[in-house]
């Protein structure tokens, strides 16, 4: 476990020793306890690290990394080989920063896979703990707490609060939608993308024995066409499942252009928004979309383990999920074992008792993210993506994303001639985090990475890729 350095242990080093504070190289320095060291006059020191091999060009990007947390001279924004610019000012960003003490020690690009975790997460998880071991047992604010998760997503969706869900998975999600549907009706059809996160193919293939027809929009090189939705889409389709950005390479769809598509042909749309949320700013009435649902662990900067889904009240009351469970029902607490009685509201799509530590954490992720402000978090993860694939072109790297920034999400793939994953073992190795996935990279920024350290992964990973 890493190590964390407190005001308390910089009080206990002054009062036993004069000498500097030496902490292990990855201790993680609280600002409360810089400040107590500063206003003490302790000097803190990183010990030496143990070089595990000798290979200087990996240590150096440690270092440079260190430099880059602690505001070194490479952290500026300024970045003149690209069109887009970031909207934080310098300072701005040092203090956004500065709210994720595992940014100091490392970059951390895997925001695809698990975002990087910050006080205020943590802190709402300690607030459960805490709440736990004092009152024994508090359903009823633990419920309040679950209730406050799902306004906070709805305000983050622009949905009402009764046309949200909450869920423990994307899976979960939409399995309650799927097993909802009345596959004996004329429109039996189910339309996803080869895009989609195999997940989302398991729950839908999974309703064949109910009566669903399952059918794929094709990928063609990397994206997802207009023109096949329309040509796919007929009068026996019930609902268009879509991811909005496609996991392995970053590609983004229109949102509001593939639900006028949809629509047109009579259909709903279900939009997976797990690679898009909280990186892209998202309106479900504006785009016109009729399910959305993502989980909080990635951009949400969450933990595993909740999910959200809106689903419009047109749709919801057609839907009679046979994934269920008492918190579906009107009165959960009816206690009632011989009455199947659905909420009226998005609530049908429950099951049983909720994520409670994880929407404690959903909600402190999702305000974070509200105070930041989705609309400048988008314009800086785009400038930030046009920086990364600018870097990776000009180091010779081959980029599996588009190039056209409006047709991507934060994620810039690259691609990786043999095993990808011992290529992220090695980034891991100094200390920077990516994710492999199939035969790419991605380098997935959130609002708080900074072009230098897009550098530093990228000069890593050009590295890595010679020596291969
Ligand atoms: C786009 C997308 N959808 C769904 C999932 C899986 O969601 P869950 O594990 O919550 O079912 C992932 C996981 O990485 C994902 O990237």
Known sequence: MREIITSDDVQRHISTSDSDFEVSPEAVITDVAKEEAERLGVVIVRAEEPRSRDDEQEMFSAVRIIDLARGGSEAPLAAPAVRRSSPFSDDEHRRWRSEFPGLENSVHLANCSQGAQSYEVSQAIDEYMQNWLSEGMDWNYWVEKVSEAKAEFARFVGADDDDVAVVGSVSEAISSVASGIDYEADRHKILLTEAEFPTVGHVWLAHRKYGAEVDFVPLRDGEIHLEDYDRLADESTFMVSATHVYYQNGYKQDLKAVADVVHSNGAYLLVDGYQSCGAVDIDVKEQDIDVFTTGNLKYLLGVPGIAFVYVKPEL????????????????????????????????????????????????????????????????????????????????????????????????????????????????????????????????????????????VALDALARILERR
Do not use: C
């Open 316 to 455: 919801v009351s057609e839907l009679r999920p046979a994934e269920t469970g008492w918190f579906a029902q009107q009165n959960p607490f009816a206690f009632d074992v011989k009455n199947l009685d659905y909420a009226d509201t998005a609530r049908r799509l429950e099951g049983g008792t909720p994520p409670v530590t994880a929407a404690f954490a959903a909600t402190a992720g999702m305000r974070l993210l509200r105070e930041v402000g989705m609309q400048r978090i988008e314009q800086h993860i785009d400038f930030l993506s046009e920086y990364a694939i600018r870097g990776a072109e000009d180091r010779g790297l081959q980029v599996a994303s588009p190039g056209d920034i409006a047709k991507k999400g934060p994620t810039t793939a690259i691609e990786i001639p043999g095993d990808s994953q011992e290529v992220e073992y090695a980034l891991k190795r100094q200390n920077i985090v990516t994710s492999a996935r199939g035969n790419v990279i991605r380098v997935a920024p959130h609002f708080f990475n900074t072009p230098a350290e897009i550098d």
